[in-house]
Structures are given as C-alpha cells and as structure tokens.
RNA sequence: GGUGAGGUGCCUGAGAGGCCGAAAGGAUCAGUUUGCUAAACUGACGUACGGGAAACUGUACCGAGGGUUCGAAUCCCUCCCUCACCGCCA
C-alpha cells in the first residue's frame, strides 16, 4: 500500500512511474488526493468540536464537584447541540476514510527507476545468462517421462488421493525433495538466515498484511470453517511475524528463512505447458525474507540474489536472471528479478524464484517500523525471495543430468541424498 | 465439544463513571557517583492522524463494534481472541 502522504506531495511522479507498470487507473490517484483533502478537512473541524464538547464535560464535572448544579446544568443543555455534531462528523470520517482505503489499496507499488518499460514477459531485460545449456543425449526425456521410469513421482496415485497438481514423490524421488530442502535451508543458514518452522495456514489479517488478500482469494484455498487460508508461499507467515511490530534500529536487517509447503490453487490453468512439475496445487519452497533500513534495501536486493544464484551454481544448473519488467513485475514489487533454469528436455525456460524489493509498500500494510536515528518511527523495507522453489528444480535437475546409464546427482546434493545416481 | 477465568503501555500489574493516556515495579535510554564490573540516585520513556517553520498543540486509541451519559478503560449489549480444567486425540 502506498503512502497517502507521498501521493499528495508527488503527485506528478506517482503517476509517472504507475504508467511504467502499465496501470490501467490513473484517475485513482487524483482520487485518492481528493478524498485525503476531505479526511483532513473532516477530521480538523471534528477535532475542533470534539476539544470544546470536552472541555464542557470537564467543566461540568468541577461545577458538580463544587456545588453549583445550576451552572453545570446550563452547560449540559449546551452539550447536545455538540454531541449530534459530533456523532455526524465521525460517521463521515468514517466513510470518507473508508473511501480513501478502498481506492488506496488499488493502486500498485511503484517500480524502481530502474525497472524497464514494458508489457509482457517479452519485454524483460536478460540481465545475465550462467552456465552451459546441456546437449543431451538422442533418447533424452522430459521429466515427467524421467519421473515414470524411475518410479520417482506419481502423478496419478496423487490425482486419486486429491486431485491433479498433488504429486507423490515416491523412493528416491521423495528422498530427492527431502535433500534439497536440507541443501536450501544449510545454504540459508549459512548466508546468516535463521530458519523458522511456521504454520502452513493464516488467518485473514496475515493474507491482508502481505497482499494476497483483498482481491487475491482466489488463488488461495480457503478453510471457510475456520476462516482461514493455505499459505501460498512462506513469505506470508514469515513476513508477517513483524506486523504490527516497532523494531529498534540495531534488530535490522532480520533476516529469516523457512521450508514450507506452499498451496495454489492456479485456478484455470491447465495444458501442455503445465505439464508434470512445471506448475502443481502443492509444492515445497525455502524462502529468504529480510527487514532492513530503507537505504540499505537495493544492496540487499543484489545480494538475496546472489544467493539465490549461488544455489543454482551449486547444483551446476544453467541459469538467467531476468530484470522484469513494468507490465511483468506483482503488484506489490518495487523491483523483481526472476531466475529461470534452462530446461534441456522441454528446450525452454523455467522461473525457479523470484527476488523482490517491496521497499514500504508491504510494511505500511503490515505497520512495520523500526526506531531511527532520531528515534521516530519508520517504515522498514521488506525483501523477499524463493531460495528455492523445488518443483522446477527437480524437472531441470532430471533432465539437464540424464544419461544413458541413469540420472548423475549433483556432487553438492550427494551428501544429503545419499546416493549418486537414480537409475 | 463442555465449563470457568480473563483481554490495560515493551513486560508484570493497579484502576471499577470526571482529578486517567492511565499508579507502581521491571526493562530500555540519558546523566550523576564509585578505580572497572555491579549497585545507588536523577531524569526520560506509547501509537496514529491533524494543525504549526518550530517550540508546541488538538483529536482518537485500555481486544473489536455498538449503546447509556454532559462525561466511559470503568456501566450495558454483540462479536473476536487467549488461558485453565474436563472430554477427544498425534
């Protein structure tokens, strides 16, 4: 959510930069100037009533103290002529900011300077290629086929038990996910990510504080019963561990990362290009998230990304990293970048993460502050990012390193599985 | 699921219609003192939104929403949540 503040102070920019991400309602931002001018008015000349009704009621309260009922009594025959006034000027505050939330909330984060224009993923800047696509061998197989040889993953005792997009991992497949869970939250750790075991549904405060709710519920599934969601991924309970939460300066950055089942409902997405792993209803993720001092937020960008990259140089898998574009980039990003793997048996791209900067957009939701130096209140910058999302990984992981003789398990990944090979 | 208790500031916890944005203690920060540490003493110490160049100042907030009243943390109603015990259970 953006600023009202900085909306009614940079009004020329704001709109500026909304018409990079390609937003479709320019007219909400003079909107919401205008409703924030009423607020201010309204509240102003509340204010200005509620402080005389207030001092009549204190004055009353000495008069009775003192004896002189007359005196008080003139006074409270006053007083109702405030109260109505009083009752009507907060029922309109009451709407007006209501108003202003509903617009507010519509308008989208706006993207860094250095986000390029664009439209569609076409239009993403390739910031840099890593690695070898692999030449594969003349019966090479996409994963899904790999997955059936090997008796890895089944896809149809998982459609029996729940539904299409709900795998079983089975033997060595299983034991493949359990080890790269373990490889991703080691690597956390090591880059000083202090891992959390959380909760895999919230309740609807934690969907509104990252934005996935209002607006979003469908892509979430819902537990009507309780009233609660499936997390769509760990950035939602993790990030929301800080809401409503004033830390001290010397707490930042936090940096936390967690391992949880992430649950989509991807509502009308089916074909070929969703094929076995490349997109499901259930997959597992490590995420990275980090609170930090707003001028440190870009560096921290570069270097969440970094790690990022790193675990894909460890598992020896080609990659690129795309600087999304405006039209391309979520609603609540500042700034994305987006690593795909080369998937040598599908010949195309697959998105494995994707790093962001909310800078304040998702702590002026969640009113996460920290104390500056001169001890006010700010809003903290929040940054998020999959390190990694399995699913693709293990597509790219199979078909990138199958040989005649079996799949070859990365070297990195060996201690943690236990066996070098899937054959 | 049943019964009971309770939600007050960073924490513990008092307050039971006006003197309450809220005692006291702890924590934290600043200062004084002691050779260091520790202790003692002094002071500061909620958030949000307005107004103001600033000093400062107005309003709102004691789980949420409504009501009674000139006046509500305090009384009434509705809802939410937490805890304890019982039942069930990994």
Known sequence: MLQVSYIRENREQVLERLAVKNFKQPELVDEVVKLDELRRQTQNTLDGISAEANAAAKQIGELMRTGKKEEA?????????????I?????????????LQQKIVLLPNLPHSSVPKGITPEDNEIALEHGKKPELYAGALPHWELAAKYNLIDFELGVKI?????????GKGAKLQRALIAFFLDEAEK??????????????????GT?????????????GEDKL???????????????DVILKADELPVKNCGYTACFRREAGSYGAHVRGLNRLHQFDKVEIVQVVQPETSYQ??????????????????????LRLCGGDMSFASALTYDMETWSAAQQRWLEVSSVSNFETFQSNRLKL???NAEGKTQLAHTLNGSALALPRIVATLLENNQTEKGIKIPEVLVPYTRFEWID
């Open 229 to 243: 969601y499936l997390i769509p991924t760990a950035e939602v309970p993790i990030t929301n561990l800080y809401r």
């Open 73 to 85: 009594e003139i006074i409270k025959s006053k007083s109702n002529v405030w109260k109505e006034e």
């Open 162 to 170: 729940t539904g299409a997009g709900f795998p079983v991992y089975k």
């Open 300 to 321: 921290v960008l570069e270097q969440m990304s970094g790690h990022v990259q790193s675990l894909l140089q460890k598992l020896e898998l080609p990659y690129r990293v």
């Open 191 to 208: 880059a000083g990510y202090d891992e959390m075991m959380l909760p895999l549904v919230v309740n609807e405060a934690s969907g509104f």
């Open 369 to 371: 502050r920290f104390r």
């Open 211 to 223: 934005g996935q709710l209002p607006d979003k519920e469908g892509q979430m599934y819902y537990i």
């Open 87 to 99: 009752k009507k000027l907060s029922e309109q505050y009451a709407k007006v900011e209501e108003e």
